[in-house]
């Protein structure tokens, strides 16, 4: 799959991670498709540092991997005995006690929460496997664009473990607990039309027009105005946690602030 921003030069680029800017429009690629852009601790901080470098301009952040995969989940090296050269094995990390290991899981999960920040809207462009971290990847954004080939899977619980980087709240917001449940339970693969018709996907195209696709998207999102979407979003992301009459208090108190700027009375 070609890079929509290889003309751009790279404000980060390292450990299978590109973060290219184009004014209000960053663009994140998984640059390893040798390795099916599989997940490592270092990919991880590397995604975290692309989100901490996102310049003030950015309003829509697209997600895309190289290759025939969007990401094909945990590097399997972790799984081995000795692991990945410079990271912690697996028997290391279940030898470190309780609070050392929720900071080591903590700062793995910084890689997925940033996403969902108000001031941006990210877009996870995914074809083929999405597998595990990688599902939990593309759940970490706020909107999905899936290619034909697109296959969904959570296969943690058959490594007899959870998914743990930030994908169970958002898959239950978007397909219901029993789905959810029976999604991670079993590993099966998802595809594109059951992940358009259960709301993982908001749209599935074939794979040649992914990108196009995604770029559609972004420039749409692009052409309503900043703070009106900050709002929107905000108000739309807290609306679960939210009673009927907070979630109108929380509308009024939006629109007053939306009003008064257009009139130019704001604070």
């Not at 052409?223 to 009673?243: I, Q």
């Not at 629109?255 to 257009?262: H, M, P, S, T």
Request: include cysteine; hydrophobic fraction near 45%; charge should be negative.
């Amino acid at each position: 799959m070609a890079s929509p921003d290889q003309d751009l030069a790279p404000v980060l680029d390292k450990d299978g991670v590109r973060l290219t800017v184009d004014d209000a429009l960053a663009t994140v690629t998984l640059t390893n498709p040798a390795k099916r852009n599989a997940q490592s601790p270092a990919l991880w901080r590397a995604l975290a540092e692309a989100g901490r470098s996102l310049p003030g301009s950015v309003r829509v952040v697209v997600l895309r991997g190289e290759g025939q995969s969007f990401s094909a989940g945990l590097d399997r090296q972790m799984f081995s005995p000795e692991g990945i050269p410079g990271e912690p094995t697996f028997i290391e990390l279940a030898r470190r006690d309780d609070a050392g290991l929720d900071a080591t899981i903590a700062e793995f999960q910084e890689a997925f929460t940033w996403w969902r920040r108000t001031d941006i809207v990210s877009i996870a462009a995914v074809q083929g496997h999405a597998i595990g971290a990688g599902f939990q990847l593309a759940l970490a954004c706020d909107l999905r664009v899936v290619a034909d080939d697109v296959q969904f899977a959570m296969r943690e619980t058959n490594l007899g473990l959870v998914p743990d980087l930030t994908g169970t709240h958002p898959l239950v917001s978007l397909v219901g607990y029993a789905r959810a449940l029976e999604i991670c339970a079993t590993g099966r693969f998802v595809q594109a039309e059951e992940a358009v018709a259960s709301g993982l996907a908001n749209l599935a195209v074939p794979g040649a027009e992914l990108d196009a696709a995604a770029g559609d998207l972004a420039a749409a999102l692009l052409a309503a105005p900043r703070d009106a979407v900050v709002e929107t979003k905000a108000l739309l992301r807290g609306a679960g946690d939210r009673s009927y009459d907070e979630q109108r208090a929380a509308e009024r108190q939006a629109q007053a602030r939306r009003l008064r700027d257009l009139a130019g009375v704001g604070e």
